[in-house]
Structures are given as structure tokens and as C-alpha cells.
């Protein structure tokens, strides 16, 4: 099983604005972080539909569930490459499942934390990688956790200042460099992570 | 007078581990950050010998002058393209000048801030580029201050945990990418500072 992490990040780190949630999903000034998703140039559409057309099945936390779910969220239509390609089974991390979905995705909640939840998107991937979306708090434990195969950091033009820090204090990592794909909007680099030295 | 300020960063943010000074230049495990410098591959090798040669002056930081000049610093043949171009003039951002300096370069020290320290530089450096070379906190103030044309980042593919942020809190910043450079040992990216939208 191969697992991706993915996710934009500003260039001082941030995953998302100040106060994030369902009302404004990329916290305040967060936008542009994602706009290589909003401005797309055929870089960056490439890359959209790529990752979304190889994904075998997504983890994703609770709190980006209730932005997706959320009224500002995705529409069955939109969202995940649901346009193009259909859309994966999709594994929720959290404490309690919620009472209603709005969305009729197929979504499934695992209460026994990330590794859990990566282990049966796992199995519901076939040979498809497992794609890790965020947010930052599930990305970094999985990262931790030594889950993680690749990372796939888009990398805005902009330093926010504030908001969601993708790695947070104490994490150390090393990484070898996969691939690099630069856009007008952002700096996509794959991540691998590296083996320890024997 | 075109100002760039260079720097390598790893992943998350860090300039250099934690506790750099004179006795461990990069800090704690910082060293890592330098990898593309220390490692270089002909990427890498191509944009150093590029970034020296078309210097025409560097401002740096107090703390960063003292590990250059320090008992672990640069030699007169070697440090900032001595071996292959001879040296820029250096001007150092300090509160009070040092009582002596080691190395036999060209040093020059402004006790006025940032801003006087790149104008100082912009006199000497005729129609080359001035260069700011760091640390993060002069880095930081210039941005902070529009005094910065070109942002060159040298994004190490390591995740550090702590050190020296290159940003800091509170600090918003928008910008074009210019170019990026991939190499086996960093991502290579330089960005042109935002105009304002009219």
C-alpha cells in the first residue's frame, strides 16, 4: 500500500488561515493558498486530475469533513474529482461519528485514530494509493507515525503570518526530492520519505 | 538597484536549528539546511557560482557576521565565491561595531538598521544587485520594510521542529514565482515581490 500526503501549504508553512471551520474553510486570508486550485493553469489542472483519477480511497480529519460537508462546502456534482472521475470511498478520523452527512459520498468514519483509518482505506484502495488530504493535524500524525510514503507539498506564493501550521514544533523529518512541477501558481514537490541510513 | 534577499530554509520554516551562534553556525541539527551547499550537485554548484559572481554587495545581519568572522567561519580564500570571483563588499547591520574582525575582507558596519545598510550597500554596489544573505531576522525586516525586489529560497527537504523561523508571526506577504530550480538536494525557487493591485 502506497500513502500520500497532500496538501498546499504557504510558504511560512500554514495549511490554513486564522479560524478555520465551515463557515470559511481556509480561515481568514487563506485563499490563496489554494489558489493553484482556483486559477488553475494546465499545470496545475494536470496535477488536480492526476492525483484525483489515482487515488484508491482518502483520509481525511473531522474538521476538514465538517468544511467539506459543511453548507459551503462540496456539492455531489463537484469536489474530489467527482466531475471527471468519480469519487473514492473516503475515511473520516474522528472521536464520534456525526448524526447526519449531507453529502451522498461514501463516507465512512473511523474512530480509532489515523493509523486506523489509513489501514481500511487501505483495504478499500485495491492496488490505488491511499491520499492523506489534510488537514494538518491528521498529515502530521500520519507523518509521525512513519505512515506516510509521499508527501506532496503545494507550495502558495504567499506568507500568511498566521493560521494552521502543517508540521507544528517537535517534528523531524527528512525527505528526498520526487519530483518538482512548477506553475504560474505554486511549487508542486513530491516528497519521499527517506529510509533511515543503514 | 535591485535588492535579493538569499536564503535556505528547510520545510518547515527554520533558517537554522535551534541555538546557532559562533560554535555551530546552523544550530542544533541545522546543518541539513545547507545539504545542497555542502553536497552540491551541478544544479546546485551552477546557482551558487550564478548568485556570487552577480553580487555586487552584501548586507547581513550581526549574528550571522559573527559566525562568518567566528573561530568556524569562512577563510580568506573560501566563503562567498572568494575562490572563484574574489568578494563582494559586506556591509553588517549592528548596534555597535565589533573591537576587531579576523577575516581580511571588505566589511563595513552601519549601526542605522536595514534600510541604511541596503542603501550603504546600493552606493558600493555600482549596477550589480545587492544581496542579503541573512539571517532571518534581516531577511524578515527587509520584506517587512518593501526594501526586498527578489525573495530566492533554498527549500530543504527537511522538516526541523524548531530553530530560527525565517517569517515569524504577523508577517504578510504576497509574491509572483519567478523561477524554480530543482536539484537532488533542495528546491530552488525565486520569487518577485507583488506590486499592489492598481
Redesign the interface.
Known amino acids: 500500500m502506497i500513502v500520500i500526503a497532500d496538501i498546499s501549504m504557504s ?3 500554514f495549511v490554513t488561515g486564522p479560524d478555520p471551520g465551515p463557515d470559511s474553510g481556509l480561515g481568514r ?1 487563506g485563499e ?1 493558498i489554494h489558489d493553484w486550485v482556483m486559477k488553475a493553469d494546465d499545470v496545475d489542472r494536470a496535477i488536480l486530475e492526476e492525483i484525483t483519477a489515482a487515488t484508491g480511497a482518502v483520509v481525511m480529519g473531522r474538521k476538514l469533513f465538517d468544511v467539506i460537508d459543511g453548507p459551503h462546502g462540496w456539492n455531489d456534482e463537484m469536489g474530489y474529482g467527482a466531475d471527471q472521475v468519480g469519487t473514492p470511498p473516503f475515511f473520516v478520523v474522528t472521536h464520534e461519528p456525526p448524526a447526519s452527512v449531507r453529502l451522498g459520498l461514501d463516507f465512512t468514519f473511523v474512530t480509532g485514530g489515523v493509523a486506523d483509518a489509513v489501514a481500511a482505506a487501505g483495504a478499500a484502495a485495491g492496488d490505488r494509493p491511499v491520499v492523506i488530504m489534510g488537514g494538518g493535524d491528521v498529515i502530521r500524525q500520519a ?1 509521525e507515525s512513519g505512515l506516510v510514503d509521499e508527501l506532496r ?1 503545494h ?1 502558495s ?6 493560521g494552521t ?3 507544528g ?9 520526487a519530483e ?1 512541477r ?6 508542486h ?1 513530491t ?1 519521499r520519505t527517506r529510509s533511515p541510513e543503514p
Open positions: 510558504l511560512d508553512g486570508d490563496g507523518v507539498i507550495l506564493p504567499l506568507v500568511l503570518g498566521e501550521p502543517l508540521f514544533p517537535g517534528l523531524r523529518a527528512d525527505f528526498d526530492i518538482v512548477p506553475s504560474a501558481n505554486a511549487t514537490i516528497y
